[in-house]
């Protein structure tokens, strides 16, 4: 009987073991795909920039509040026949970085003279369909048509982290075509 009862104990100290070692292990697979082929960007979309509407700082009182969007184009051409769909994929650049919890760009305007930078905003970006579209991830896509033109609508707009402060607000992000 004492014998059943350790080979009991060392067996139940050898799933616990296990259990323990297996829940603080994993990977993580990347997959994608590359191709030859892309669209041209047209010439007045490869560098745009949005001014935002001046707003009071009433209008982002409390974290979650937005306002002041404003729409943007992206405009391609030359898309070779066997891309049917262009979509825009955005991360961060420069100094403007990314909220994890939010996924928008963050503040980085800088003081100029008189104005101090904005506190509590960022700058969140929208689909076509005005859904938030977190930095890093992308955007909703277009149809190419038969002339090999395409034109995706996103929206850039201010988001409150909190009470926000009168000042500037300055955020960059980069684009990447792709192919859904």
Same mark, same amino acid.
């Given at each position: 009987?004492?014998?059943?009862?350790?080979?009991? !104990? &060392?067996?139940?100290? %050898?799933? /616990?073991?296990?259990?323990?070692?297996? *829940? +603080?292990?994993?990977? &993580?697979?990347?997959? %994608?795909?590359?191709?030859?082929?892309? !669209?041209?960007?047209?010439?007045?979309?490869?560098?745009? /920039? /949005?001014?935002?509407?001046?707003?009071?700082?009433? +209008?982002? +009182?409390?974290? %979650?509040? +937005?306002?002041?969007?404003?729409?943007?184009?992206?405009?391609?051409?030359? !898309?070779? #026949?066997?891309?049917?769909?262009?979509? #825009?994929?955005?991360?961060?650049?420069?100094?403007?970085?990314?909220?994890?919890?939010?996924?928008?760009?963050?503040?980085? $305007?800088? *003081?100029?003279?008189?104005? /101090?930078? #904005?506190?509590? &905003?960022?700058?969140?970006?929208?689909?076509?369909?005005?859904?938030?579209?977190?930095?890093?991830?992308?955007?909703?896509? $277009?149809? &190419?048509?038969?002339?090999?033109?395409?034109?995706?609508?996103?929206?850039?707009?201010?988001?409150?982290?909190?009470?926000?402060?009168?000042?500037?607000?300055?955020?960059? $992000?980069?684009?990447?075509?792709?192919?859904?």
């Amino acid at each position: 009987m004492r014998n059943f009862k350790l080979a009991l !104990c &060392v067996l139940s100290l %050898g799933l /616990v073991s296990g259990f323990t070692h297996a *829940a +603080t292990q994993g990977t &993580v697979e990347f997959n %994608g795909k590359l191709i030859n082929e892309t !669209c041209k960007i047209d010439d007045d979309s490869v560098d745009i /920039v /949005v001014q935002l509407p001046t707003l009071s700082t009433q +209008t982002l +009182t409390a974290a %979650g509040d +937005t306002g002041g969007s404003r729409l943007f184009d992206i405009s391609v051409n030359s !898309c070779p #026949a066997s891309i049917t769909k262009v979509a #825009a994929h955005f991360e961060a650049i420069g100094g403007s970085g990314s909220d994890a919890s939010t996924g928008n760009l963050t503040n980085d $305007a800088k *003081a100029s003279g008189d104005d /101090v930078a #904005a506190t509590n &905003v960022q700058i969140r970006l929208y689909n076509s369909d005005e859904k938030p579209l977190a930095l890093g991830a992308t955007g909703s896509a $277009a149809a &190419v048509d038969s002339t090999g033109k395409a034109s995706m609508r996103y929206y850039g707009g201010y988001y409150a982290t909190g009470k926000t402060t009168a000042g500037l607000v300055h955020a960059k $992000a980069r684009y990447t075509l792709s192919y859904p």
